[in-house]
């Protein structure tokens, strides 16, 4: 399997990345991004990229990937609707129509998020973005799409977000982790099960378009065990 990734340095995309090099399936992993994620590995191959609304000058290097699997995403936290929208929506649309150009066959697979608005018409701005997006890309000639919406995602194997005050609110909540995952299972996950869950739809499709987070759970559960 080949896999294009978009994110590989932030918090999920680097969960994704590690599940892709320890699955025996993928044999390439192709990460785009404006830097380089620092790891090397016989799988991995990367592309530096800067202009992510212009994909023409590396449409030729994305034909004919199996999958792939779109992680990056910002906080709508201080940021107005034009400029969240710009990097939610141009960017992924940007993206996704040269890989529907270039990879009909390809399962695309986005990170949104646990409470987007599907109708587009809520008072939540990154809701109704979010939900734009995943109609867009529900819309493309893809041979399968699905948007994932995980709610509250613990990182694990020493993944750390980018983001310092992100990294302070995970460091807290880490050893309650146990316990939400008990009270609060729907609403909490974790970078490996993201990561399983997505090599597992793309192998074995799912019912669903949209997947919440206890689907999430639910596939990596039944997922084939990785080597840690």
């Keep these: 399997m080949r896999i294009?990734?978009?994110?590989a340095t932030g918090m999920v995309g680097q969960g994704v990345l590690r599940e892709c090099l320890l699955d025996e399936g993928v044999t390439e992993v192709l990460s785009i991004g404006r830097a380089t994620t620092g790891q090397t590995h016989a799988?991995?191959?990367?592309?530096?990229?800067?202009?992510f609304l212009d994909f023409s000058t590396v449409a030729e290097q994305l034909k004919d990937y199996d999958a792939c699997f779109f992680c990056l995403g910002v906080s709508s936290a201080g940021m107005k609707e034009a400029a969240y929208r710009r990097i939610t929506f141009d960017m992924t649309?940007?993206?996704?129509?040269?890989?529907?150009?270039?990879?009909?066959n390809l399962t695309f697979i986005y990170v949104s998020g646990a409470g987007t608005d599907?109708?587009?018409?809520g008072r939540s701005m990154w809701a109704r973005v979010k939900g734009q997006t995943e109609n867009a890309l529900l819309a493309l000639p893809f041979k399968a799409a699905?948007?994932?919406?995980?709610g509250f995602i613990q990182p694990l194997h020493g993944i750390k977000s980018k983001t310092r005050l992100y990294r302070a609110i995970y460091a807290i909540f880490a050893p309650l982790y146990p316990f939400w995952k008990l009270v609060l299972p729907n609403f909490v996950t974790t970078t490996e099960n993201v990561g399983r869950a997505m090599l597992?739809?793309?192998?074995?499709?799912?019912?669903?378009?949209?997947?919440?987070?206890?689907?999430?759970?639910?596939?990596?559960?039944?997922?084939?065990?990785?080597p840690s």
């Design 146 to 150: 699905y948007m994932f919406r995980p």
């Design 200 to 226: 597992s739809v793309v192998r074995n499709g799912y019912a669903n378009r949209v997947v919440e987070n206890r689907d999430i759970n639910a596939i990596a559960s039944s997922a084939p065990s990785l």
């Design 93 to 104: 649309l940007a993206a996704a129509r040269v890989l529907a150009e270039r990879s009909p």
């Design 43 to 51: 799988k991995l191959r990367e592309l530096r990229h800067d202009d």
């Design 118 to 121: 599907s109708t587009e018409r």
């Design 4 to 7: 294009v990734l978009f994110g």
